[in-house]
């Protein structure tokens, strides 16, 4: 029930195109579903996140989109770009959950010139 | 410079042996971190702290010890080294304690022959 599954593992989507990457939980205590985006050889860094109360959050090309029924979160990257070739994870959070945030498994993204 | 740094960012070490990673941080961040990341698993919490002298179990603490002294530093032992620890390291920081919002280091990439 803490699990957080994300799909796909690994993504190629043309330049210009829209990434999409999902992700599943079942904790239903869940309150925050932040996205992060790592580069080879960093940390991850904080990319977008959302509110359980809030269907669609929107910061420039990056969009979060959420189901509360269904229990699923999703990121979209409109117009990707190869600079946005990274890996990106999908996480959750509660604050019975004593600090700690829940991982998805991260999605390589790759976007072809 | 400003931000969070780990050393060293590669280690190389044999079975049975104790190493230290180290994580210094600027900011005067109350909270620190320390996760592992492995494929296919995101980052796991191996410990918290939540200031100086004060430090928590993540969700896979066994075979690691950690220590906060001063409110910069959050060293990560590895008592005797298995190659199932073998694995990159994030130490990160956060200001209010919610990890989503943590600064992370580069990483150490550790591996135990």
């Known amino acids: 029930q803490q699990q957080v599954k994300q799909s796909p593992q690994s993504l190629i989507v043309q330049k210009g195109g829209i990434s999409i990457i999902n992700c599943a939980y079942e904790?239903?205590?869940?309150?925050?579903f932040p996205w992060y985006q790592q580069f080879p050889g960093k940390g991850p860094a904080l990319l977008i996140a959302?509110?359980?109360d809030v269907s669609e959050k929107k910061e420039g090309r990056f969009t979060i989109s959420f189901n509360k029924s269904a229990k699923q979160f999703s990121l979209h990257i409109m117009d990707s770009q190869p600079g946005d070739s990274a890996t990106y994870f999908c996480?959750?959070?509660?604050?019975?959950?004593?600090?700690?945030?829940?991982w998805g498994a991260g999605t390589k993204l790759i976007i072809k010139p | 410079d400003a931000g969070i740094t780990q050393s060293p960012r590669y280690k190389i070490t044999e079975t049975g042996r104790q190493v230290t990673l180290m994580c210094h941080q600027t900011?005067?961040?109350?909270?620190m971190f320390w996760y592992r990341q492995d494929l296919g698993h995101g980052l796991r919490l191996i410990y918290y702290?939540?200031?100086?002298?004060?430090?928590d179990k993540g969700e896979v603490p066994d075979g690691y010890v950690v220590s906060r002294s001063k409110t910069e530093n959050f060293p990560l032992t590895l008592e005797s080294a298995t190659r199932s620890q073998t694995s990159v390291y994030f130490c990160?920081?956060?200001?209010?304690?919610?990890?989503?919002?943590?600064?992370f280091g580069q990483g150490t990439r550790l591996t135990v022959v």
């Open positions: 990160a920081s956060s200001e209010r304690g919610h990890p989503f919002g943590a600064f």
């Open positions: 900011w005067s961040h109350s909270y």
């Open positions: 702290s939540a200031a100086a002298d004060i430090t």
């Open positions: 904790n239903t205590a869940f309150d925050y």
């Open positions: 959302i509110r359980p």
């Open positions: 996480a959750a959070f509660t604050e019975d959950s004593n600090y700690q945030l829940i």
